[in-house]
């Protein structure tokens, strides 16, 4: 199971140390303990929203950089996880890819037959 808390700690850590900067000053900054940012960075502790926007704010990052940066992670991590279930044939495909048009092409050049999407039987 990936854990948000996980990943939200890692790219706060990376943050961090990208700076060059300790947990004591980045923890000073944004006014928590030490403790409870070292939770967090390792994935322990959830940060609530008002904790993540001081924690931004102590790194001078926006926290829309970090959110994004998570959400890659949470993408990787997810498309190696189908990966490693397909490759123990878990998974089958079960829609049949469609051509989608062009961009600027009219859509009624899309018969039904050929936009139909037929359903693999399990």
């Known amino acids: ?6 990943l939200l700690g ?3 850590r990376r943050q961090r140390q990208r700076q060059g900067r300790t ?9 928590v303990s030490l403790g409870y940012l070292s939770e967090v ?3 322990q502790k959830e940060a ?3 904790l993540l926007s001081a924690i931004c704010d102590a790194l001078d990052v926006r926290m829309s ?3 994004r940066e998570v959400s890659d992670e ?6 190696a996880a189908m990966a490693a279930l397909s490759e123990g044939d878990l998974l089958r495909p079960v829609l049949e890819p469609v051509q989608l048009p062009a961009p600027g092409d009219r859509m009624s ?7 139909a999407v037929d359903v693999v039987a399990a």
């Open 1 to 6: 199971m990936i854990l948000l808390r996980r």
């Open 10 to 12: 890692d790219v706060l």
């Open 23 to 31: 947990l004591r000053e980045v923890s000073a900054a944004a006014r």
């Open 41 to 43: 960075e390792r994935g």
């Open 48 to 50: 609530s929203s008002e």
């Open 65 to 67: 950089e970090v959110m």
């Open 74 to 79: 949470l993408s990787l991590a997810e498309l």
């Open 109 to 115: 050049s899309i018969t039904p037959k050929a936009a």
